[in-house]
């Protein structure tokens, strides 16, 4: 699966989503979106949320060596590279890493570009249990 890594991922209201590294938690008055994520965050795209995730440690249940090694080498590719052809177990990795460390709206739109299948019969209100996620325990 190809995924551009530089994508943004949006909010429910179709804004860029967007994390703050000055502390700032709102635009100030008349400021644009633009200017307010140039004074005030960063974008939040595909690459930024994998890497993240990947890289997350859960002392609950960690994972074996040989674990750590293959979600450190994908966030290292994911990080160096626009375009990424993913396999359907870094497909899992990823999307199992974002079950656990990722709130529901980053879950939610990795999802939608993880397993955009899945997404659709999701929105259609049909059950799914996607060939790509594979169930946290």
Same mark, same amino acid.
């Given at each position: $699966?190809?995924?551009? @890594?530089?994508? /943004? #991922? $949006?909010?429910?209201?179709? #804004?860029?989503?967007?994390?703050?590294?000055?502390?700032? @938690?709102?635009?100030?008055?008349?400021?644009?979106?633009?200017?307010?994520?140039?004074?005030?965050?960063?974008?939040?795209?595909?690459?930024? !949320?994998? !890497?993240?995730? #990947?890289?997350?440690?859960?002392?609950?249940?960690? &994972?074996?060596?040989? @674990?750590?090694?293959?979600?450190?080498?994908?966030?290292?590719?994911?990080?160096? $590279?626009?375009?990424? &052809?993913?396999? /359907? /177990? +870094? %497909?899992?990795?990823?999307?199992?890493?974002?079950?656990?460390?990722?709130?529901? #709206?980053?879950?939610?739109? $990795?999802?939608?570009?993880?397993?955009? +299948?899945?997404?659709?019969?999701?929105?259609?209100?049909?059950?799914? +249990?996607?060939? @790509?996620?594979?169930? %946290?325990?």
């Amino acid at each position: $699966m190809k995924i551009d @890594t530089t994508q /943004n #991922l $949006m909010s429910i209201d179709g #804004l860029k989503v967007i994390q703050t590294v000055d502390g700032d @938690t709102a635009p100030e008055e008349g400021e644009t979106q633009t200017v307010y994520i140039e004074r005030a965050g960063i974008d939040t795209t595909f690459r930024r !949320v994998a !890497v993240e995730v #990947l890289l997350a440690t859960n002392a609950d249940k960690p &994972d074996s060596g040989s @674990t750590k090694l293959k979600k450190f080498v994908l966030a290292e590719r994911i990080q160096t $590279m626009d375009q990424v &052809d993913l396999a /359907n /177990n +870094e %497909v899992q990795l990823i999307q199992s890493a974002c079950d656990i460390f990722s709130n529901i #709206l980053i879950c939610g739109r $990795m999802t939608e570009i993880l397993d955009p +299948e899945g997404y659709t019969k999701m929105q259609q209100g049909k059950e799914v +249990e996607s060939e @790509t996620k594979s169930p %946290v325990k």
